[in-house]
């Protein structure tokens, strides 16, 4: 008999095991994945192979998607709900112990910075825009790796894990769950922390009728990603190293992300769909003259097979079932004119990347095209100057959530012991807020504060 299980070892199943680690040492755990340890995950694409994985080695496997560049935004200002559910105080909190435990395998290598400025945020508004801000401790792909492998020599001495292996089935009876895994075992657990992440949701749809549980809407964020020559941000970047930025229009908001001074845009494969990507400089070796990022606009579904419809319909009619990527001068969009393969190559923005010029107009929905305009719009009364004509603008990126699922402010579902912690719940958005999460769900199966 276990005392925990947990379902998924991605960052909230992680810091959710280290928390009930600390607090009570003498719990028998479990954590099962269908992925790979650290060291053993290894992406094709990341060689300059194609991906064929059936359980993706970028997403799927010890620490998630940390592994990564391992962001983490210390904010209740984005990333995800935390401060719905514990309120303002008792979200910092566990943010600052999510921070203390990454510390704890390393992290303090990566000094963090602050995204904020009170004569900035003034500026913003008086253009028409919110400056959201956040304390960042942007670890990058090597020091994110090392810190994962701190991380799991602690945990795997500690509980067990079983990778490779799926539950199959999840069942209530009176002493708590039985698990049937695809190994053959089946095995009793007091406790169930589900923290299958955005990854896990084709198989979370499938539990939930089992126990009576229905997911809710399901979010999807698309948008256009924008490169602009490096100095067009300098007046305010000069203040923080990166701005994050919300318009919020007529019946919509956008916000910017993953902005990336001196960075390059790259490929992201996900959901079998291509999207235009931002790298960040420290990720590449060297600094390029320009700035990318990207402005998502959210969107919410009933259900998430809705969700992935609308991102197949308007995703993979940009990609036109390869990698294809769409790109236009901002000069060119504002006056409804395709761009051309010479414009491009001959503009002063010079494309960190292989796109196809063409008009996003004609092959994007109107909603993102308006909101990219608007927000440009309000950047240059920000800035007092208009935006170089010469900036590129890419379709399209996406951030893809698992649909919601009705938790208490203990990550506790409608079943008592049952927890789902993480992207799975649909409550977090962020590295940060789901390991707060996963800490904040452990103390209180363990009934402490």
């Given at each position: 008999m276990y005392d925990v299980t947990i379902i998924g070892a991605g960052v909230a199943g992680i810091f959710a095991a280290h928390a009930l680690m600390e607090a009570a040492p003498g719990l028998k755990v479990l954590v099962v994945d269908k992925g790979k340890p650290p060291r053993e995950r290894s992406c094709p694409l990341e060689q300059g192979g194609s991906c064929q994985c059936d359980a993706c080695e970028a997403y799927i496997g010890f620490g998630g998607l940390g592994r990564s560049e391992g962001k983490y935004n210390f904010t209740t200002d984005f990333g995800g709900e935390l401060e719905g559910l514990l309120g303002e105080r008792l979200a910092m909190e566990r943010l600052d112990e999510a921070d203390r435990i990454l510390c704890l395998y390393g992290a303090a290598e990566a000094v963090p910075y602050r995204t904020h400025s009170s004569s900035l945020a003034a500026r913003a508004e008086a253009g028409g825009l919110k400056l959201l801000s956040s304390t960042v401790r942007h670890l990058g792909t090597r020091l994110s790796r090392q810190v994962l492998d701190g991380f799991y020599e602690a945990l795997s001495a500690w509980a067990d894990f079983s990778f490779r292996t799926e539950v199959v089935s999840l069942d209530k009876n009176s002493g708590g769950f039985i698990l049937r895994l695809s190994d053959g075992r089946t095995l009793p657990s007091k406790k169930v922390f589900l923290a299958t992440g955005r990854s896990g949701s084709g198989w979370l749809e499938q539990l939930l009728p089992t126990l009576g549980l229905e997911a809710r809407q399901t979010r999807l964020d698309l948008g256009i990603r924008l490169e602009m020559a490096g100095g067009q941000l300098d007046s305010i970047l000069q203040e923080t190293f990166e701005t994050k930025l919300r318009y919020d229009g007529d019946g919509f908001s956008a916000t910017t992300y993953c902005m990336n001074p001196s960075g390059r845009i790259i490929r992201k494969h996900q959901e079998g769909l291509v999207m235009a990507d931002g790298q960040n400089f420290k990720e590449q070796g060297s600094k390029s003259?320009?700035?990318?990022?990207?402005?998502?606009?959210?969107?919410?579904?009933?259900?998430?097979?809705?969700?992935?419809?609308?991102?197949?319909?308007?995703?993979?009619?940009?990609?036109?079932?390869?990698?294809?990527?769409?790109?236009?001068?901002?000069?060119?969009?504002?006056?409804?004119?395709?761009?051309?393969?010479?414009?491009?190559?001959?503009?002063?923005?010079?494309?960190?990347?292989?796109?196809?010029?063409?008009?996003?107009?004609?092959?994007?929905?109107?909603?993102?095209?308006?909101?990219?305009?608007?927000?440009?719009?309000?950047?240059?009364?920000?800035?007092?100057?208009?935006?170089?004509?010469?900036?590129?603008?890419y379709a399209l990126d996406g951030k893809f959530y698992a649909p919601r699922l009705a938790v208490d402010c203990r990550f506790q579902t409608e079943i008592e012991g049952l927890y789902a912690i993480g992207d799975c719940s649909g409550s977090t958005h962020s590295l940060s807020q789901a390991a707060a999460s996963g800490i904040h769900a452990a103390r209180c199966a363990l009934g402490l504060s």
């Open positions: 003259a320009n700035l990318n990022f990207t402005l998502f606009v959210p969107r919410h579904f009933p259900t998430l097979q809705e969700a992935d419809a609308c991102a197949r319909q308007v995703l993979g009619k940009v990609n036109r079932g390869g990698d294809r990527l769409a790109v236009q001068r901002l000069d060119d969009l504002r006056r409804g004119r395709s761009s051309s393969p010479e414009g491009i190559r001959s503009s002063r923005i010079r494309p960190s990347i292989e796109a196809d010029p063409g008009n996003l107009a004609e092959e994007l929905p109107e909603l993102y095209v308006r909101a990219a305009m608007e927000f440009l719009s309000a950047l240059e009364r920000l800035l007092g100057e208009r935006l170089d004509g010469d900036a590129l603008l």
